[in-house]
């Protein structure tokens, strides 16, 4: 069995040692970058299974980086947690529009930091437990949910484990309005209050991907999301 990979990013060498002693004593491979442009080289090179991004970088910052990631059809299925010394409540919601996994501020728990790794890559691998195993399709849209793939009219579509989770969660529960409220408990596993334009942003974001099947989730004004049902 493989060992699970972590890319930490940090510019201080002692909350590199930190991390590092604590992720490798739960049994994960670490690897390390200092600066964001160290860190989207490690992250082509090494494809990790996670990546914990400081915010605050020299050159290139976490936000930055994060964008990049996520722009980059290699990395944008890699989790990513977000550690800054920040608590601004625009951090952190430009973070999770981005597509950031989770956020923890420092100073933090080495413990909770190591459970919320763990529960990221849990998350990042889950398949919905009413489609465990199989495949969805309609017209020219298609999932394959034990493979995490989508396509549309033959075409593969790159979506992020947060934008796959989403669209999972809408389409194992189709034709049933999901709130906002749920979906940010569900999703991303807890409740970040004040944040369901987070949802929006995602929303928006898979649509685009999902082109002329854009259509297929369903706006429910002041309620929230649903996946149309065809009888």
């Known amino acids: 069995m493989s060992v699970e990979k972590i890319l930490v990013v940090e510019d201080h ?56 990631l996520k722009q980059d059809v290699s990395t944008q299925h890699i989790p990513v947690v977000m550690l800054t010394a920040k608590g601004e409540e625009v951090d952190r919601v430009v973070g999770l529009e981005l597509g950031v996994d989770d ?21 990042s691998g889950e398949v919905p437990e009413t489609r465990r195993p199989g495949k969805w399709n ?26 796959f ?15 906002r409220d749920h979906l940010l408990d569900t999703v991303w596993d807890t409740h970040f209050e004040g944040y369901s334009r987070t949802v929006d942003t995602h929303i928006r974001r898979l649509r685009q991907k999902l082109g002329p099947y854009a259509d297929y989730i369903e706006t429910v004004r002041g309620v929230g999301y649903r996946f149309k049902n065809v009888i």
């Open 13 to 68: 060498n002692d909350t590199i040692e930190l991390l590092k002693y604590n992720l490798t004593s739960s049994g994960y491979g670490v690897v390390t970058a200092m600066d964001g442009h160290k860190a989207l080289e490690q992250a082509e090179k090494e494809k990790p299974n996670l990546i914990l991004l400081d915010l605050m970088l020299p050159g290139i910052d976490g936000l930055e980086v994060c964008r990049r």
């Open 138 to 163: 309609r017209e020219g849209l298609s999932v394959d949910f034990e493979a995490h793939r989508v396509e549309c009219d033959g075409e593969l579509v790159a979506l992020t484990a947060t934008e």
């Open 165 to 179: 989770k989403l669209f999972s969660e809408l389409l194992q529960h189709e034709g049933k309005v999901r709130t």
């Open 103 to 123: 956020y923890i501020v420092k100073p933090f728990s080495p413990r909770e930091l190591v459970l919320r790794v763990k529960a990221v890559l849990r998350r």
